[in-house]
């Protein structure tokens, strides 16, 4: 008995042929993830501008920044400065405060001084009192104005004022008055012959030049010793 034989299947065809590739899909998204995630970030030139500004300002103010030795002299320029300042302020303190003192002390004697021309007059009477008394004899009189006088220029005196009699001396324009000249060759020429009335002074101030006549016609005074040299 003859066995029938049976046809041997075909070759597959991927002998013939080019295999196609299916890949999963999951397995391509997994990919390109790693893909992404390992290149690296493009530069934006923006920032890379914005850092090489700040570091050129960075670098300027280092350049720019003062040493310990310029924060030093700068220091001490600045007390120097505080110093003058204050020494200016004492002084125009101290002149402030002498002028001060000056002006009043000006009007203290000005004060004083009017006191003294109101008084001036009755110093006058008293003299003129005391001089008729003598010239008529009336001798209890005569000693108890002499005695008010007297103790009436004291005060005045006291107060800084001093009288201005210059008989026999020469003849000051500063201090008095020429009313009339008197012929005398005995003595220099320009010297007070009599005091009419008296002069008063206070300081360096003449609260009334004296009345006084001088004297003509004789030599020339000799000029002081200090002047000569």
């Known amino acids: 008995m003859t066995m029938q034989s049976t046809p041997e299947p075909e070759r597959a065809t991927q002998d013939q042929g080019t295999q196609i590739p299916i890949q999963d899909e999951a397995s391509d998204v997994k990919q390109e993830g790693v893909a992404q995630q390992g290149a690296a970030p493009e530069a934006d030139p923006a920032a890379s501008d914005t850092v090489a500004e700040a570091e050129e300002v960075l670098e300027a103010q280092a350049e720019e920044a003062p ?14 400065d505080w110093q003058d300042k204050y020494l200016r302020l004492h002084a125009e303190w101290d002149t ?3 002028r ?8 203290r004697l000005r004060a004083g001084e009017k006191l003294v021309e109101k008084l001036l007059p ?16 009336e001798a209890g009189l005569i000693d108890g104005v002499k005695a008010v006088h007297s103790k009436f220029v004291n ?21 008095c008055q020429a009313v009339a000249t008197v012929d005398d060759a ?12 008296k002069g008063y002074k206070m300081g360096t101030k003449v609260l009334r030049a ?7 016609g004789g030599p ?5 010793e200090s002047e000569d040299e």
């Open 210 to 216: 004296a009345m006084v006549t001088v004297t003509t």
């Open 122 to 137: 009755v110093i006058d009477d008293f003299e003129r009192t005391i001089d008729y008394a003598e010239k008529n004899g």
């Open 67 to 80: 040493t310990n030795d310029e924060l030093v002299e700068k220091a001490q320029a600045e007390a120097k």
């Open 186 to 197: 005995s003595v220099p020429d320009e010297t007070v012959h009599e005091v009419y009335q």
């Open 220 to 224: 020339k005074r000799p000029k002081p």
């Open 100 to 107: 001060t003192a000056e002006q009043r002390e000006q009007e």
């Open 155 to 175: 005060v005045l005196e006291t107060g800084g004022v001093q009288v201005i009699n210059p008989a026999g001396q020469a003849f000051d324009a500063l201090e």
């Open 96 to 98: 402030y405060r002498r």
